[in-house]
């Protein structure tokens, strides 16, 4: 265990923000552009027949029709045009001609200089997307980078969602993405739900719709094509689909009263795409371990016939052990095209799906026709992107578009407005006569990913107020923590950061128990305790005699600086929880100041 002492840092330039003023009420009211607040998009492009589009369809091979439909992967940093990754990709571009690429990490510049590279070798322009949910630094080094969802939902205000949107868009064409796998519109109303959490904008389906849809105009008003995800819903799972298939016992009854709710919304306002989830619902399609992004019963019947979406559908990544553990490369992209797929996303092996699938239509077992339409709408989406007429980017221009001024300032307002005092016994904060006092900070990480704890501590430090403080930085299972208690009796004030986020392939958002048991003996000092959650809201069920509890929600820079900003009464705590986080502490509670 080391302990660390305060370093005196240089004070940075403070960036200016603006105000945007919440509500606590859930109403239409606040939804962006009152008087046009359709979504720009509109599914029906998918059904024309335009001349590029026909003309391309016409010229294309049965083959070359299938590879429209497969959207490959990389990373997207700088490849020398020798080296097995490109070789790899420029052969899936030029020889089997898939239609798109989605982009899992690199540099901004790269990532652009890489994407100019392939539409370059491509006949046909790539469809290139990724997913930004919180941002562009999801995935690129230098990207701008949101509070989560819940975040938002916590603000109760849909114009920031759509700012964040658009800010997303902007720097997305900047790229040269023309998709973003984005907003998540699960309705998280499972606490022990390993992968959405905070993804979520909470658990009610009206406040999810709200932001959901903000969201999407945002990006659809950038002419960047959304997606709204992971259908039917995938909210109230305790699996991860990224480590095997969850299974909901729900009824159409249901489904109708609750996880549906936001993908209609999305779908009366002109979202163009709808991702399917690796989950299992035995009561619309009994087949056993079939995942909805398999099923035609849920896309072609239930999202197409019965929702009336005419727009892009895409699987979820096709590498995910939902779908894998079950089924094999070929059952994949049979039922794939039979079940209403455009876009088969990731699959276990490009060229073995196109040549399945090219197979079955050549013996009669899956008609052209549904190639044929899947295509068209593939096309129709590119063309709405105008790649037919530009699909290169001016990689100059980049560095001036992504992470802005206004992405900064965006993200930060974001942060305010979210901020959620949840406890706050005997109004411990902010912190009024930090002067007088001592403060131990004790930074705890419930993985081994590193968390943001060193900038919690800079900004602490070029901020702090106190007499005096120390800190500590543990991670992980903890032992032999008793000389820790027993230094925290020597201060006046406890601060406990927590990174608690959601990782794929853990299974859990949680603390180990060794953190919950540490927090519960600080508390048991009699000492002042103020827990801020960085990520996970849920976690006071675990020490629920806490002096005072704020939700943060993410672990964005932005969202450390609001929280130490609370401390002092900089700003004041607006958020409202947007789920229930506790027997005690419900939806739309929140203590305002």
């Given amino acids: ?60 091979s049965l083959r070359e029709k299938i590879g ?76 701008s980078l949101f509070p989560s969802s819940m975040a938002l939902g916590a603000t109760r205000n849909p114009d920031l969602a759509y700012q964040m949107g658009l800010q997303i868009a902007k720097e997305c064409r900047a790229i040269g993405i023309g998709q973003n796998y984005a907003p998540v519109v699960d309705i998280n109303n499972n606490s022990d739900n390993p992968i959405i959490n905070v993804r979520s904008y909470g658990e009610d389906p009206e406040l999810v719709s709200m932001m959901g849809d903000a969201f999407i105009k945002g990006l659809q008003d950038g002419n960047v094509i959304a997606t709204a995800k992971h259908f039917p819903g995938h909210g109230d799972t305790d699996i991860d689909s990224h480590s095997d298939l969850p299974v909901l016992n729900f009824d159409m009854e249901r489904l109708n009263s609750i ?131 530009n699909k290169f980017t001016d990689v100059n221009k980049v560095s001036e578009i992504v992470n802005s001024d206004n992405a900064k300032k965006i993200s930060k307002q974001i942060a305010d407005e979210s901020l959620t005092l949840v406890k706050n016994e005997g109004n411990i ?32 430090n070029v901020f702090n107020k106190f007499k005096s403080y120390s800190y500590y930085d543990l991670s992980g299972n903890l ?19 927590i990174y608690a986020k959601v990782k794929i392939n853990t299974g859990t958002v949680g603390l180990p128990e060794s953190q919950v048991s540490l927090i519960n003996s600080l508390i048991q000092t ?22 005072s509890y704020i939700c943060a929600y993410a672990d964005a820079e932005s969202s450390i600086d609001s929280a130490i900003d609370s401390f002092y009464g900089t700003i004041k705590f607006k958020g409202k929880l947007p789920v229930s986080i506790s027997s005690r502490y419900k939806f739309n509670d929140g203590i305002t100041n």
Avoid at 111 to 123: G, P, V
Avoid at 358 to 363: F, G, I, M
Avoid at 535 to 541: A, C, H, K, S, T
């Fill in 429 to 460: 904060v902010p912190f009024n006569n930090a002067s007088e006092q001592t403060c131990l900070i004790v930074s705890l990480n419930n993985g081994n990913e590193k968390a943001n704890s060193d900038y919690f501590l800079n900004r602490f």
């Fill in 68 to 143: 429209q439909m497969i959207i490959t992967y990389s990373d997207g940093y700088s490849l020398s045009e020798n080296s097995s990754e490109y070789q790899r990709l420029s052969n899936l571009v030029v020889n089997e001609k898939v239609g798109g690429v989605i982009f899992f990490k690199g540099n901004a510049v790269q990532e652009a200089e890489l994407i100019n590279s392939l539409q370059d070798l491509a006949e046909t322009p790539l469809l290139m997307s990724a997913d930004f949910e919180r941002g562009t630094k999801m995935r690129l080094d230098d990207g």
């Fill in 1 to 60: 265990m080391k302990k660390y002492l305060p370093i005196t840092l240089i004070l940075v330039a403070t960036v200016t923000f603006i105000f945007f003023t919440g509500t606590d009420k859930i109403n239409d009211e606040k939804s962006p552009d009152k008087k046009n607040n359709i979504i720009t998009g509109n599914q029906n492009i998918f059904n024309e027949r335009n001349e590029w589009t026909e003309n391309k369809l016409r010229s294309m």
């Fill in 526 to 547: 009699g000492k002042k305790v103020v827990v801020i959650s960085f990520g996970n809201p849920y976690l006071i069920q675990g020490f629920p005699d806490v002096s």
């Fill in 479 to 497: 032992s032999g923590t008793g000389e820790l208690v027993a230094d925290a009796s020597n201060y006046d004030v406890i601060v406990v950061p």
């Fill in 259 to 389: 996880e549906l709710i936001p993908f209609k919304s999305a779908i009366k306002n002109n979202v163009m795409s709808v991702m399917i989830a690796h989950l299992s619902l035995p009561s619309l399609d009994n087949e056993s371990n079939v995942p909805a992004s398999l099923s035609g019963n849920i896309i072609n019947g239930l999202l197409i016939d019965d929702m009336k979406f005419n727009g892009l559908v895409v699987t979820d990544a096709l590498n995910m052990a939902g779908v894998v553990k079950h089924f094999s490369t070929n059952d994949v992209a049979l039922r794939c095209a039979n079940a209403g797929v455009d876009l088969i996303l990731m699959p276990q092996g490009e060229s073995k799906t196109i040549t399945a699938i090219e197979n079955a239509v050549n013996n009669g077992s899956i008609p052209e026709e549904v190639i044929d339409n899947a295509v068209r709408k593939i096309l129709n989406a590119k063309n709405w992107l105008k790649l037919n007429q």
